[in-house]
Structure formats: structure tokens, C-alpha cells
């Protein structure tokens, strides 16, 4: 029992400390993210023109392969390429085929930016969470607002997974177009297919990171606006939500 007492008074210990915490960081810490997330946006690496954001696919043609073979002398005579759609012995081994380096150095400012908005909305619920007082009949409209921004909170989190999910799936959906290419490098849809995904992601980044900006002024916002009411909750103040 006095382990258990002692344990209390630790964990209370640290939902105090918790929620000092968390509130200067709401009310210091995030007008300098969304100062610095504006100047992230100001970075060249999200104004690249739209005709310099592909890059250029060296995948040679089945010509160029044939011609390679025939040009090699017998005792390094290497396999006819084969054009059936199940075969890879059309791709050179040496031959690479890079990433696009817009979308990967977009993708080094932004990542950490994610990560770090995951970890400030987390905290933000479990802050707004502890402020809720035991349900009571009456008088719970700061218990709304608590509620309404938990709720805002978790529409946060949904989009940061989203996020994170679109990243890999960019690059599964390259890959297999690219893998076209290489199987059909006679049809320009498919490189233009890559040329477009590429395109498309590129801008999907930029506007992430400008969500991110708006996210942190959103959270801030509403947060100033009802302070008393997350903190308070059961007062006789009955002004709305924003």
C-alpha cells in the first residue's frame, strides 16, 4: 500500500510537470515552429520550376542493348536479351536507375517536421485530457470544449498517418512504372507516367509542409482562445467555442 501511495505521488508528480510543460510549449514553442516551417517554405528546394522537378530516366532501348551484344567478342559474349514480359535479362546488371533528388531532399526537410508534429499533437491531447474533471451532472460546457479539441487533435493524427502512408506508396508506384520502362521502353506513356508521379509528389510535399505550418496556428490559435476552459473547465463561463 505505501509503494502503491508512493507510486501515486510520482505519477501526479509528473502530470503537473506534464502540463506545465506542455503549455509553455504551446504558448512559446509553436509561434517559433510556425516562424520557422514559413521559413522553411521560403527554401529553394520547395520552388523548383514544374519542368525541372523530373528527372531524366538513362534506360537504354532494346536496340541499344542487341547492338552491345553483337559488338562483344566471343569470349565475353554475354545473353541475347529476351523480350517476353516475365523476363528481367533485359535489364543490364549495371544499369541504376536513381531516385528523383527533388523528391528526396523535400522529403529530408519534411520527415523530421512530421515526426515532430506527431509528438506536439500527442502531447497536446494528453494535456487537454488531463484537465477533464470527473463527469458531473451540469455546468459541462468547458468539458465541450475540451472535447472539441481532442476531437480537432485526433483529425490531426489521422492526417499525419495519411502522410506518412503517401511517401511509401510513391515510392512502390514508381518503382513498378519504372519497371515498365524497363520492360517496354518503346512505350512513352509509361515515362511520362513516372515523369507525372514525380510531379504530382513533388507539389503533395510542398503542400504537406505548408499543412503542417497551418497546423501549429490552428492548435495555437484555438488553444489561446480557450485557455480558461481547458484549465477550468467547471467555471460559470458560457461564451462559445473560438
Do not use: Q
Given at each position: 500500500m505505501e509503494a502503491q501511495t508512493e507510486a501515486a505521488k510520482k505519477a501526479k508528480e509528473f502530470y503537473e510537470t506534464f502540463k506545465i510543460e506542455v503549455e509553455n510549449r504551446i504558448l512559446q514553442k509553436f509561434p517559433e515552429r510556425i516562424i520557422h516551417l514559413n521559413e522553411?517554405?521560403?527554401?529553394?528546394e520547395f520552388h523548383i520550376a514544374a519542368?525541372?522537378?523530373k528527372c531524366k530516366l538513362e534506360i537504354p532501348t532494346i536496340s541499344k542493348i542487341e547492338k552491345n551484344v553483337k559488338n562483344c567478342d566471343e569470349k565475353n559474349v554475354v545473353k541475347r536479351p529476351r523480350l517476353d514480359s516475365n523476363s528481367h535479362d533485359l535489364i543490364p546488371e549495371q544499369t541504376h536507375i536513381p531516385h528523383n533528388k527533388n523528391i528526396t531532399e523535400a522529403l529530408k526537410i519534411l520527415k523530421p517536421n512530421i515526426k515532430e508534429l506527431a509528438e506536439d499533437v500527442n502531447d497536446v491531447k494528453l494535456w487537454v485530457s488531463l484537465f477533464i474533471p470527473k463527469i458531473e451532472d451540469g455546468n459541462n460546457f468547458?468539458?465541450?470544449?475540451q472535447e472539441a479539441i481532442i476531437h480537432e487533435v485526433e483529425q490531426v493524427k489521422s492526417i499525419i498517418d495519411t502522410y506518412l502512408e503517401q511517401v511509401s506508396l510513391y515510392y512502390e508506384v514508381r518503382g513498378k512504372f519504372?519497371?515498365?520502362v524497363f520492360?517496354?521502353?518503346y512505350i512513352e506513356?509509361?515515362?511520362?507516367?513516372?515523369?507525372?508521379l514525380d510531379y504530382k509528389q513533388y507539389f503533395y510535399l510542398t503542400h504537406?509542409?505548408?499543412?503542417?505550418?497551418n497546423t501549429y496556428k490552428t492548435l495555437h490559435d484555438?488553444?489561446?482562445?480557450n485557455i480558461e476552459k481547458i484549465k477550468k473547465p467547471r467555471s460559470s463561463n458560457t461564451d462559445s467555442l473560438y
Open positions: 522553411l517554405l521560403k527554401m529553394p519542368n525541372d522537378i468547458g468539458v465541450g470544449v519504372i519497371t515498365k520492360k517496354y521502353p506513356d509509361y515515362r511520362c507516367t513516372v515523369a507525372e504537406t509542409l505548408c499543412d503542417i505550418c484555438i488553444v489561446i482562445k
